[in-house]
């Protein structure tokens, strides 16, 4: 199930006193430049900075295996058919044809970055970002998991109905295989109700410590049986209520670790997958919006330094308003509303008609157009400093998200959208979008990315001007955000939501790897004589 495909060697080659290669290493001096803005009685005194920072990324790219929470749902029944399919060239007929498989909606596998231009004609080289730094390729990667559910992968991608039968009918055989997801941990008061029916594959008992055990050799067999260098843990079911933050119970790492073994009721099963995979030195990422990441977790990864990143996959209408609303308020235009109304029938959708669950997903889909508006408080009043209620917040265009769950229409979801803006001297602008789509088909590639850009991420050190050392990055991967609706970054720094600039970031740091300066569009050749 596995054969090994053939991958391109690595073809770009940095040359500079800046960048060294070595069989076992690339490293590269990098310069980040900034600013520091003094303000005093409103005036800005903007001094610029220079840090020096090298880079150091392992060459080798260690056998990979994601391990999902949820494996029997759509999105991790779609990705391991997706991964089969591709592993094995399987095509299926369509009505419209042949279809072949692809990484189509990875960024990773099917977007470029632009690296220099040719001397000779001018012209912008664009390569594959895969082939900035060495990554596991999807087809590579080795899967498992858990679900709440026991149907077999084969029969769950048939539940799940995302694919075409004839692309079923073929990969069905490579499901079998996989056999029976291993059974999970339910605490029935973080998922909907209406999810009770499928649990039949549980691990017994109630004892919060025994489940974090189970959970953490589960992870080690998986490692070991399978000859993995590193193990993504990935969640990618049902979305939970929120867990309420308790002094004393999950605000530290001493804290979380004791209410497990006390079983507290507020501890939630992604938080005992998080604490477990963080325990087992392996990183974690968060595919759906619950506060997994409790204050006590995110110490604990700290202390353990072991990796954690997330939440909630921004996939389809998340991310097109990550882009619209900046390029309008960017444009100067002030939007006044933005009504977001999406309907869906797959089983992600049943469990988000329970209350509970859907406000998680509504507090994750909400939160992405916060910063854009905080960074233009020309169209939109500042906070008052001192005042209560919304003045105390600053300005803000009205945000609503509606969620309906609709059977019938399955996997394929509709959301429609409304931008509602205020434009010159007193007008108004009104933009619809319509968005219709496979749900699953957008999420899975960006499972694939996160999965592959978080091993990438732990195999690249850093270290500052007068370190000896090369140190591991911080364990909350920011640089994750571009993949995700409600981006965890390091407590006390900004949250970026727009993708032009998550991506900007991504790229940037991964050219940082290999000595080379972020995306200038400055052209300067083309401006000057
Ligand atoms: P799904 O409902 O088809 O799959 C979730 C799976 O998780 C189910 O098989 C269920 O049995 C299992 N499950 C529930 N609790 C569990 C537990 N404690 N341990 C192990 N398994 C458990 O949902 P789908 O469509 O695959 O989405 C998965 C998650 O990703 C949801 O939380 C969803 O909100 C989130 N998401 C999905 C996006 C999409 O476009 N499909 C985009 C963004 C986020
Ligand atoms: C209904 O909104 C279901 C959700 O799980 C979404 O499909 C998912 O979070 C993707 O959201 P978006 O806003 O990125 O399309």
């Known amino acids: 199930i596995h054969p090994t495909a053939v991958r391109r060697p690595d ?17 590269a001096k990098y310069l980040d430049r900034g600013a520091d803005v003094l303000i005093s009685d409103g005036q800005f005194t903007v001094k610029p900075t220079v840090k ?22 759509n999105n991790g029944s779609t990705l391991c058919a997706t991964i089969v399919a591709n592993r094995h060239q399987i095509s299926w007929h369509t009505k419209d044809g042949i279809q072949q498989p692809n990484y189509i909606g990875s ?6 970055v632009r690296i220099g231009t040719e001397p000779s004609t001018g012209k912008e080289v664009h390569v594959p970002i895969s082939d900035v730094l060495p990554m596991v390729h999807p087809n590579d990667l080795v899967f498992g998991g858990w679900d709440i559910s026991g149907l077999p992968m084969d029969k769950a991608m048939e539940r799940a109905k995302v694919l075409e039968y004839d692309l079923q009918r073929q990969v069905k055989p490579h499901m079998a295989l996989i056999g ?4 999970s941990i339910y605490y029935p008061d973080f998922i909907a109700a209406n999810q009770e029916a499928r649990a039949d594959n549980i691990i017994p008992g109630t004892d919060k410590q025994a489940h974090l055990e189970h959970i953490r050799a589960d992870i080690r067999r998986f490692k070991a049986e399978n000859q993995l260098d590193r193990v993504v843990v990935f969640w990618t079911a049902n979305t939970e209520r929120y867990s309420e933050i308790i002094p004393g119970v999950n605000d530290t790492a001493d804290n979380i670790l004791a209410a497990i073994k006390n079983s507290h009721s507020e501890v939630s099963p992604s938080t005992i997958f998080a604490v477990a995979s963080i325990l087992e030195g392996e990183p974690f990422v968060n595919g759906a919006p619950q506060n997994t990441f409790v204050p006590g977790v995110i110490a604990l990864a700290e202390r353990e330094k072991s990796f954690i990143g997330g ?3 921004k996939s389809g209408q998340t991310k097109l308003k990550s882009v619209l609303a900046e390029f309008l308020v960017n444009a100067g235009i002030k939007p006044l509303s933005i009504a977001s109304y999406n309907h869906l029938g797959n089983n992600d959708g049943h469990n988000l ?9 509504e507090i994750s889909k909400s939160s992405v157009v916060d910063d854009m508006v905080d960074a233009n408080r020309l169209l939109y009043k500042p906070p008052v400093p001192g ?3 919304k003045a105390a917040k600053g300005e803000h265009p009205d945000h609503i998200v509606v969620i309906k769950y609709v059977p019938a229409v399955g996997d394929s979801k509709r959301a429609i959208d409304e931008y509602y803006s205020e434009i010159f001297c007193g007008g108004r602008q009104t933009i619809n979008i319509f968005n219709e789509c496979e749900d699953s088909l957008l999420a899975t590639p960006l499972i694939l990315d996160l999965t592959i850009l978080t091993e990438l991420l732990t195999r690249i050190k850093y270290r500052g ?3 000896t050392d090369f140190a591991p990055l911080y364990p909350v991967l920011s640089l994750l955000s571009y993949m995700c609706k409600a981006p965890l970054v390091k407590p006390g720094t900004d949250v970026v939501n727009s993708l032009g600039r998550q991506r900007n970031a991504l790229d940037s740091f991964l050219k940082a790897c290999i000595g080379l300066e972020g995306n200038s569009d400055l052209l300067l050749e083309t401006r000057i004589c």
């Not at 080659?13 to 069989?23: G, K, L, P």
């Not at 960024?107 to 470029?112: F, I, N």
């Not at 029976?180 to 059974?183: D, I, N, Q």
């Not at 008609?353 to 997903?361: L, M, R």
């Open 387 to 389: 005042a209560k209620g």
């Open 107 to 112: 960024v990773l596998r099917a977007s470029t």
């Open 52 to 73: 020096t920072y090298e880079f150091q990324t392992t060459r080798k790219v260690g056998k990979t295996g994601i391990m999902m929470i949820g494996m029997g749902g």
């Open 353 to 361: 008609s329970a209350e509970p669950q859907f406000k998680s997903k």
């Open 11 to 27: 073809y770009i080659t940095v040359q500079s006193e800046n960048t060294a290669y070595t069989d076992n290493h690339i490293t």
């Open 465 to 467: 001007e007068g370190q």
């Open 180 to 183: 029976r997801p291993l059974p």
């Open 311 to 313: 939440d909630d996959l």
